[in-house]
C-alpha cells in the first residue's frame, strides 16, 4: 500500500490557527464506520452518541512548555531545542536546531545562563542527548524559560499554554497535545459520567512521530518512532470487563487507540503496566480493543489518517474528509473533531 493512497486536498486556510473560545463548541463530523454515512453536529453533544457502560478511554499526559530558545555558547549564534525524552534528571534526548553546528561537546545558554545543556551524543536520526545543568527545579526553570511546542502548521503565537492540554492533563511528559481531548470540557465529562460512561486515563506521552512525515512510498518501509505508554490497574480492569461484557471502549486520539492495542495480547485482553510502544496501525491491522474513535482531521499522508483507515476503511475516511473540506471544517491539532462508530 503506497503513501500517496492517503493523500487528500485541503486548502491551507481550513487550518485551524487558534482554539475556539468554548472547547466544545467546535464541529463533530459523525462517521459511521459500516456505512460510511455522514451527519454533522456540534461537540458538546457527543454524549448523544455514546451509551450508558461505554468506556472511554482518555490520554491524561501533560505537554511541557518543551521549546527552548538559546544560544551556542561559541559563537553566540541562535539555538532551539525540542525536548523529546526524558533519560536522567538532568540527560534529555533533545531534537536540536541549527544541527550542523550543535556538535557533541557544544555547549547551549538559554535564559542568559539559566539553565545550560551540554550536547553529549549525536545520534544516528540527527537527535542529540543533552545533559543540562541548572540551579534549582528543573521544572521550574522549564516553565520560566520554555515555551508550548506547537506544530509547524501553527502560525500564530498561543497567549494561553493551558489551551493546548487537555482539561484531564495530569503526567508531564509529552511534546505534543492528544489533541482529540482537547474538545473535552469539565463540566461535559461530567455529564458523560452521570450518564453511566466510565472514563478510563491511560498515559502516552507524543514525541516526534507527530512531527515527522511518512516519507517512506510504501507505507509498510515507514518505521515508527518509540513512545512511553502506562496503563493502570483500575482502567486496564474497566477495558477488560467492558470487553468480557460486551461493552463499547471508545478511545480518544489515535493516542489513546495506540495505548490500549500496545498492552493488549491478541485475545483482547489488556495488561496494566508501562513500557515503550512501536505500534504502526495501518490497513489491515485487526483492532483487539477499540470499538469506537474520537479523532481530529489529521494530515494527508500522515500515519494517524492511516490508523483512521484501518478502522474505519480508506474509502470511507477519505470521503467524509472530502466532505469536511467542502464544509469547511477546521482541520488539525486546533480545528474540529470526528466520531467514529
Known amino acids: 500500500m503506497k503513501t500517496s493512497d492517503f493523500y487528500y486536498d485541503l486548502p491551507e486556510e481550513l487550518i485551524a490557527q487558534d482554539p475556539l473560545e468554548d472547547r466544545a463548541s467546535s464541529r463533530l463530523l459523525h462517521l459511521d464506520r459500516q456505512s460510511g454515512a455522514v451527519t454533522h453536529d456540534v461537540f458538546r453533544n457527543v454524549g ?13 499526559t501533560k505537554v511541557i512548555p518543551a521549546r527552548l530558545i538559546g544560544v551556542r555558547k561559541d559563537s553566540g549564534g541562535k539555538a532551539e531545542l525540542l525536548l523529546l525524552r526524558r533519560l536522567t534528571d538532568t540527560d534529555w534526548e533533545c531534537l536540536v536546531k541549527p544541527g550542523k553546528r550543535c556538535r557533541t561537546g557544544a555547549v547551549l545558554s538559554f535564559g542568559e545562563g539559566l539553565l545550560e545543556g551540554t550536547i553529549t551524543e549525536v545520534l544516528p536520526d540527527g537527535n542529540r542527548h543533552i545533559r543540562f545543568s541548572y540551579e534549582g527545579i528543573f521544572e521550574e526553570v522549564l516553565d520560566k524559560l520554555g515555551e508550548m511546542p506547537l506544530p509547524p502548521y501553527i502560525h500564530h503565537r498561543l497567549e494561553d499554554g493551558s489551551r493546548y492540554n487537555t482539561v484531564y492533563a495530569r503526567c508531564e511528559g509529552s511534546a505534543a497535545a492528544p489533541t482529540a481531548g482537547l474538545h473535552f470540557t469539565e463540566s461535559l465529562l461530567q455529564a458523560l459520567k452521570e450518564k453511566g460512561v466510565i472514563i478510563a486515563p491511560v498515559t502516552l506521552h507524543v514525541g516526534l512521530g507527530t512531527f515527522r512525515p511518512v516519507k517512506a512510498e510504501r507505507i509498510e518501509d515507514h518505521l515508527m518512532h518509540s513512545e512511553f505508554y502506562m ?15 460486551g461493552r463499547r471502549v471508545i478511545c480518544v486520539g489515535t493516542t489513546s487507540c495506540r495505548t490500549v492495542e500496545s498492552a493488549s495480547d491478541r485475545k483482547g485482553h489488556i495488561s496494566a503496566g508501562s513500557g515503550w510502544t512501536e505500534i504502526f496501525i495501518y490497513p489491515g491491522y485487526d483492532f ?14 500522515s500515519t494517524l ?37
Open 48 to 60: 448523544s452518541y455514546l451509551r450508558e457502560g461505554d468506556v472511554l478511554v482518555i490520554n491524561d
Open 231 to 245: 496503563v493502570s490497574e483500575e482502567s486496564a480492569g474497566a477495558i477488560n470487563r467492558a470487553k468480557a461484557e
Open 288 to 301: 483487539k480493543i477499540m470499538d469506537g474513535l474520537i479523532t481530529n482531521f489529521h494530515l494527508p499522508e
Open 305 to 341: 489518517v492511516m490508523l483512521v483507515s484501518a478502522f474505519a476503511g480508506r474509502n470511507h475516511v477519505l470521503a467524509a474528509y472530502e466532505t469536511a473540506v467542502k464544509e469547511r471544517y477546521r482541520f488539525f491539532s486546533f480545528g474540529d473533531a470526528m466520531i467514529i462508530l
